[in-house]
């Protein structure tokens, strides 16, 4: 079986489950969170959930185990995925460093300078102008929890196959 949790956003004001929440595409939509397992060979669902958009990934995983539980299910391996993290990690310093060797206009509010070239990831930083430059401090805290909240989850069923195999699926 595999699990995999994703997210639809939406423009619409007619679906009562869509809420702001961490939004992987970077969108200032609201959205909802669809769980789902996957029976691998198949290829079809087996379960799905779905979640309002505000709801964190960590929190539809324990659902999610809490319902494989129910339903009897007892031998399973998880393997968590850890390229989103590293991309993450990757962005947070390119951004960084993008802002800062920005000049800042004369003209223009640093303020507004700094939002536009940090976009969706401005709440991860934390920044001083000196003279017509950016100073920028990542924000430990915030990128500690955005983390926590981060990833995709595998769950492989029936303790056939060892860890390292499953890192390999």
């Given at each position: ?8 956003s ?9 809420e ?47 319902k ?102």
């Amino acid at each position: 079986m595999i699990y995999d949790l994703t997210s639809f956003s939406s423009y619409s004001q007619m679906m009562n489950l869509l809420e702001y929440g961490y939004n992987r595409d970077g969108l200032d939509l609201p959205q909802i969170n669809l769980s789902m397992i996957v029976d691998k060979e198949k290829g079809i669902p087996v379960m799905y959930d779905i979640y309002p958009g505000s709801i964190v990934d960590v929190t539809t995983l324990k659902n999610t185990i809490k319902k494989i539980k129910a339903y009897g299910v007892e031998d399973y391996t998880l393997v968590r995925e850890i390229e989103e993290k590293n991309a993450f990690y990757s962005r947070i310093y390119d951004v960084k460093e993008k802002i800062e060797e920005t000049a800042i206009p004369g003209w223009r509010k640093a303020g507004e300078v700094f939002k536009e070239r940090a976009g969706y990831m401005a709440s991860f930083y934390s920044w001083k102008q000196i003279d017509d430059h950016f100073k920028i401090t990542i924000k430990k805290n915030a990128v500690s929890q955005r983390i926590n909240r981060m990833g995709k989850f595998f769950l492989f069923y029936n303790g056939e196959r060892g860890w390292m195999e499953c890192l390999t699926v």
